[in-house]
């Protein structure tokens, strides 16, 4: 009796597989840049591309650290108030420098120290004392906003000496924030993809039991996560303080939501356990680029952030979806 065989039925991929976030973002940048620059020639003018990079390179750069945060299964609101507090030491130094007195780069590198110490006291907070950092970052964002309030009562600071302008410097004819943005985010997505900790990162944010077991220690990786965090704000925050010849002590309005918007938007997971820096830059980049396409389209500015949290809806939905489906699929 002859058998009958048949070929096993060829599973089908969903396409979510074959396309990442990156790329998603990618095509999303090249179609806007084409359709404004339909509206107005001058979108894609050289000295428009580079201000939409440079504008993107302070939020990029934060976001390397929001990224690392969201992806351990955290969350930082206190970035924006951060940001203000470092801006302002950062040129009350700048000002101080006096010539035979301290040198002017304290100015870039205090911002540098104050910012991973405050990072550290989030992260001991939130992995030891096991304060959900919603929480812990919602009071710390009141009060680094409220401390500065009442120590500079808001005044400008003016008087920036000169060379320390570093966001407005050019290197090739390139804004010097560009190349922050660029080398950072490659050397933070290397690191994130070969180093120990950058792959403990994943393991505690995607499943933190099963990461204990391992051998992985959650409080050191959430502790570490944060103080990182807080470099790259410091960061962040010298590129802030030295794009302008002028720092106002006040926190920047709205500025944690777009580092949130990038890191979410650009493949982050809300859940924690996956998403890339790349996609934070990109998205970073999107962003800003919205803002400008909608000045160039004369369209009102107020309609940024319904875009910012539109987009953030769609991507936590779309997320969601991703995993549901991964679930199915075993």
């Given at each position: 009796m002859?058998?009958?065989?048949?070929?096993?039925?060829?599973?089908r991929?969903?396409?979510?597989r074959?396309?990442?976030?990156?790329?998603?973002?990618?095509i999303?940048?090249?179609?806007?840049?084409?359709?404004?620059?339909?509206?107005?020639?001058?979108?894609?003018?050289?000295?428009?591309?580079?201000d939409?990079?440079?504008?993107?390179?302070?939020?990029?750069?934060?976001?390397?650290?929001?990224?690392m945060?969201?992806?351990?299964?955290?969350i930082d609101?206190?970035?924006?108030?951060?940001?203000?507090?470092?801006?302002?030491?950062?040129?009350?130094?700048?000002?101080?420098?006096?010539p035979?007195?301290?040198?002017?780069?304290?100015?870039?590198?205090?911002?540098?120290?104050?910012?991973?110490?405050i990072?550290?006291?989030?992260?001991?907070?939130?992995?030891?004392?096991?304060i959900?950092?919603?929480?812990?970052?919602?009071?710390?964002?009141?009060?680094?906003?409220?401390?500065?309030i009442?120590?500079?009562?808001?005044?400008?600071?003016y008087?920036?000496?000169?060379?320390?302008?570093?966001?407005?410097?050019?290197?090739?004819?390139?804004?010097?924030?560009?190349?922050?943005?660029?080398?950072?985010?490659?050397?933070?997505?290397?690191?994130?993809?070969?180093?120990g900790?950058?792959?403990?990162?994943?393991?505690?944010?995607?499943?933190?039991?099963a990461?204990?077991?391992?051998?992985?220690?959650e409080?050191?990786v959430?502790?570490?996560?944060?103080?990182?965090?807080?470099?790259?704000?410091g960061?962040?925050?010298?590129?802030?303080?030295?794009?302008?010849?002028?720092?106002?002590?006040t926190v920047?309005?709205?500025?944690?939501?777009?580092?949130?918007?990038?890191?979410?938007?650009?493949?982050?997971?809300?859940?924690?356990?996956?998403?890339?820096?790349?996609?934070?830059?990109?998205?970073?980049?999107?962003?800003?680029?919205?803002?400008?396409?909608?000045?160039?389209?004369?369209?009102?500015?107020?309609?940024?952030?319904?875009?910012?949290?539109?987009?953030?809806?769609?991507?936590?939905?779309?997320?969601?979806?991703?995993r549901r489906?991964?679930?199915?699929?075993?």
């Amino acid at each position: 009796m002859a058998t009958i065989t048949t070929k096993p039925k060829r599973e089908r991929q969903p396409l979510s597989r074959f396309i990442s976030q990156e790329l998603v973002l990618i095509i999303a940048i090249v179609v806007l840049a084409l359709v404004v620059n339909n509206i107005n020639p001058r979108f894609l003018a050289t000295r428009n591309v580079l201000d939409v990079l440079t504008n993107s390179a302070i939020f990029a750069v934060a976001a390397i650290g929001m990224s690392m945060v969201i992806i351990s299964g955290n969350i930082d609101i206190s970035v924006g108030a951060l940001i203000g507090v470092l801006a302002t030491i950062s040129g009350r130094l700048a000002v101080g420098a006096e010539p035979g007195g301290y040198p002017l780069w304290l100015a870039w590198v205090v911002p540098l120290i104050v910012g991973p110490f405050i990072g550290g006291v989030i992260g001991f907070l939130v992995a030891y004392a096991r304060i959900p950092a919603i929480v812990v970052t919602l009071g710390m964002r009141s009060i680094l906003q409220g401390g500065l309030i009442i120590a500079t009562g808001g005044e400008w600071i003016y008087n920036l000496p000169e060379g320390y302008a570093l966001a407005q410097q050019r290197i090739l004819d390139v804004p010097v924030p560009i190349y922050f943005m660029v080398i950072l985010t490659v050397l933070a997505a290397i690191w994130m993809r070969y180093s120990g900790l950058g792959r403990s990162m994943y393991a505690v944010g995607g499943n933190a039991e099963a990461a204990r077991l391992s051998g992985i220690s959650e409080q050191r990786v959430v502790f570490q996560v944060f103080v990182i965090n807080g470099l790259m704000v410091g960061i962040a925050s010298v590129l802030f303080a030295t794009k302008f010849n002028a720092i106002q002590s006040t926190v920047p309005p709205g500025i944690e939501l777009q580092i949130i918007t990038a890191a979410v938007v650009g493949g982050v997971s809300i859940l924690g356990g996956t998403g890339t820096v790349i996609g934070s830059m990109l998205a970073a980049i999107f962003i800003v680029m919205i803002g400008s396409a909608l000045t160039f389209a004369r369209v009102s500015d107020y309609w940024i952030q319904a875009i910012q949290g539109l987009l953030i809806l769609l991507t936590v939905l779309l997320d969601l979806f991703r995993r549901r489906q991964m679930r199915r699929g075993g």
